[in-house]
């Protein structure tokens, strides 16, 4: 009896010792370990928001996974097609939510148990439709948002002559203003590329219910007899006519970097996140010379923005959206970010920190934050459509043919609307 | 085997044996295994993929489930897609202007470095070839400042050159906007391709002009041939399986041009979309546009252009017209 009674008691003891140190185990264990999926400038956000989320999360552990911007949304877009290998919590560029919001690969913000519709009056106006698809679903969450300013040298202004008001007052004040700011300054440019300001003419004035390309019943709104495209197109080619732009293509163009860090640019029309290129590398060697103000003829256009949706694969829901909550919806953290890389923030209460009144120094101290503040709640939402990309590809090839003579206005809006419609068929 | 049930067992063979059987008989399997495991993964699947995927129309970011079929509509759409046209076109124009100035310049060169150069003949070969081992990103980035309009050096050195006396006339006076004008994008980005690619066609030609029987020069120079005619009716004629090589090469190459066009001139194709080549136009199509199915189905339109252009070659350059005349 003796005999076997020994093993047994090995044996239960070494079972209730392996229990214990399961459960022990288990109860450390309860960290959930959250990934989180973002590009560079974003990343050092996320990262510097971590203290203060462990503080009040201390259960949850957040992992980063910084991609390059074009390789984030890439490895986001396979995750999506396969269903996995997608993080818990995706940040996402203004560009792209609209293609991510299609189908169901992002859980609904506006549901239950998330209910992001609660908060929608303490955001920008303009950010919650971006993320809403036609269906009224909300596949993310803003984050920071890019108002439109104009920046502009004071210096050549001052040898020209010319008032900040004249460059803004109108369309037409503004190339006429360019013309002697350009003939004080030689080898001078106005602006990189013409194409810009048509850009931001077909993003104001809009009517409601329309988006840029498409109204609301999926019809065409790019046409010879729009006054919005007309407009456009007419402006961008008188400022090319006129021997105007640099001709750099877009922002971040080889000839766009270079037309700025040689100081050839008298003005540019950007979100107002470009201050931080232009005092870290791109215009490093003019601080103190540029100001800021809003775009000509009270037109008020945002440039870019981040979101962060969560994957519907996603196994941590619950506590991916307390992260999001924790990085959109608190001010702290909000203004943490606009500080640590002038992530401009897309919750109001955010806006109300000490820091607006302060001035910018890169801007010779100019308090230009209260300047985007206003064009940030000045700015109209604008309706999303999926054929977005392949709208504004079409028209941005109309452009560069009027801007360069090969078509007539009036040719150029008719092809395009022929070649978007046959694509929304 | 199991009909003569009444046979005594025969004994099962050692373990040793039979491992000795095994591995005589499927090693060369195993062996070869690795290449169509991968083969099979990376290169069968995702070309039955495709086939597959252009008959659907399918959002990548919606999910596999979103996948709808819809016939022959893709390829009905990219046939009536004008901007599919120009850009097939695009690339017809710059896979000429690439082209065949990359096989004039590399079989006289070749010849010229075999006849005269043969000292130097492995220093010369490796610096024609430097451009086509070097990273067609670092080589489009540099060419894309060259080209700048304000700040290229191209247009610096046709400045300084139109200052000169006398010939500064030939040379413009304006800044030429080499990347942002119709005229000048195609051949652009051609001369790019140029560039790269003459050393590796030289390189193949070297190898065959080597390969020619040194006697059948010996012959023709005693029957007082001149270089240029030995050149005209040795080289040429017997460099013809060579050149069927290189062409196809450069054929398949140039239709399916992407990075250099894509770096010089954006992801928008440039002005007017003159340097949108089918490639660019499929990777727009699917990463911008987000419509995999219409960029599957392009694929196989162009799959089948470059098939047709490659039997075509085959039948002028493929069949050595020397055997036959012989």
């Avoid at chain 1, 214990?20 to 400038?41: E, M, R």
């Avoid at chain 1, 990309?389 to 809006?413: C, F, Y």
């Amino acid at each position: 009896m003796k005999k076997s009674l020994l093993p047994l008691t090995c044996v239960s003891l070494s079972l209730a010792l392996l229990i214990a140190a399961t459960a022990s185990f288990s109860s450390a264990q309860t960290k959930t370990v959250l990934t989180v999926g973002v590009f560079p400038d974003l990343d050092s956000v996320v990262k510097a928001a971590l203290p203060g989320f462990n503080k009040k999360f201390p259960n949850i552990e957040v992992k980063i996974n910084s991609l390059a911007y074009a390789d984030h949304h890439t490895a986001l877009t396979t995750a999506l097609a396969t269903g996995s290998g997608a993080n818990d919590v995706e940040a996402i560029d203004f560009g792209y939510v609209a293609k991510f919001a299609e189908g169901g690969g992002l859980v609904d913000l506006a549901k239950a148990p998330y209910g992001a519709a609660q908060y929608r009056s303490q955001f920008v106006a303009y950010t919650y439709p971006q993320a809403m698809t036609d269906d009224g679903r909300m596949v993310a969450m803003p984050t920071d948002i890019g108002p439109g300013s104009m920046f502009y040298r004071t210096d050549f202004l001052k040898k020209a002559g010319v008032q900040a008001a004249d460059l803004n007052r109108s369309w037409d004040s503004y190339i006429s203003a360019g013309k002697k700011i350009v003939a004080a300054n030689p080898g001078t440019f106005l602006i990189p590329d013409a194409s810009e300001v048509a850009q931001i003419i077909i993003r104001t004035g809009l009517a409601s219910g329309e988006g840029l390309y498409f109204d609301k019943g999926n019809k065409v709104l790019v046409s010879p007899v729009s006054p919005r495209f007309i407009q456009a197109f007419t402006v961008a080619k008188a400022i090319r006519d006129a021997k105007l732009d640099a001709r750099a293509g877009g922002a971040f163009s080889g000839d766009w970097t270079t037309a700025f860090q040689k100081g050839n640019l008298a003005s540019e029309v950007s979100g107002a996140w470009l201050v931080g290129h232009m005092q870290n590398w791109l215009a490093k060697d003019y601080a103190g010379k540029w100001a800021s103000q809003q775009l000509p003829g009270k037109s008020y256009t945002s440039y870019g923005g981040s979101f962060y949706g969560i994957p519907s694969q996603s196994k941590n829901k619950d506590a991916a959206w307390s992260l999001i909550q924790y990085l959109t919806t608190d001010p702290a953290q909000q203004i943490l970010a606009f500080k640590t890389t002038g992530a401009f923030p897309a919750l109001k209460a955010a806006q109300s920190a000490p820091l607006f009144n302060e001035g910018v120094p890169y801007l010779a101290d100019q308090k230009a934050r209260l300047v985007w503040r206003t064009a940030a709640n000045n700015i109209r939402p604008i309706d999303v459509n999926k054929l977005d990309p392949v709208a504004e590809q079409i028209v941005n090839d109309s452009l560069s043919a009027v801007l360069d003579g090969s078509k007539t206005i009036t040719q150029a809006l008719t092809d395009a609307q022929a070649l978007i419609a046959r694509r929304a068929r | 085997m199991q009909a003569s049930a009444t046979a005594p067992p025969r004994p099962r063979p050692s373990l040793g044996t039979r491992w000795e059987v095994f591995q005589r008989r499927y090693a060369p399997y195993i062996f070869i295994s690795p290449f169509f495991i991968l083969f099979l993964v990376f290169g069968l699947f995702p070309i039955l993929f495709s086939l597959y995927l252009s008959f659907h129309q399918w959002q990548p970011a919606s999910g596999l489930g979103s996948m709808k079929f819809i016939g022959w509509r893709n390829f009905t759409d990219n046939l009536t897609d004008p901007t599919f046209w120009q850009s097939l076109r695009n690339t017809g124009v710059i896979a000429l202007e690439s082209g065949v100035p990359q096989h004039l310049m590399a079989i006289p060169l070749a010849f010229a470095i075999h006849t005269s150069l043969k000292k130097v003949q492995g220093l010369v070969t490796a610096l024609y070839f430097l451009p086509y081992i070097t990273s067609v990103v670092a080589i489009s980035i540099i060419f894309v400042t060259l080209f700048s309009w304000q700040y290229g050096v191209i247009n610096v050195a046709l400045n300084a050159l139109h200052q000169l006396p006398l010939i500064g006339g030939l040379f413009p006076a304006e800044k030429i906007n080499w990347l942002g004008n119709r005229d000048f994008i195609q051949p652009a980005v051609a001369s790019v391709v140029v560039w790269k690619y003459v050393g590796w066609n030289t390189v193949l030609y070297l190898s065959g002009i080597q390969a020619i029987p040194a006697d059948l020069y010996e012959a023709a120079s005693v029957d007082g041939a001149t270089t240029r005619q030995s050149f005209r009716f040795i080289t040429l004629p017997l460099l013809r399986p060579i050149m069927f090589v290189a062409i196809t090469l450069t054929l398949i190459g140039n239709l399916q041009l992407f990075e250099e066009p894509f770096i010089l001139a954006g992801d928008s194709g440039g002005i007017g979309n003159r340097a949108l080549t089918t490639v660019m136009y499929m990777f727009r199509t699917y990463n911008f546009y987000g419509d995999a199915g219409l960029a599957a189905a392009m694929s196989w339109l162009l799959f089948i252009l470059i098939g047709a252009l490659t039997l075509v070659n085959n039948r002028v350059f493929g069949k050595s017209r020397l055997s036959g005349n012989d």
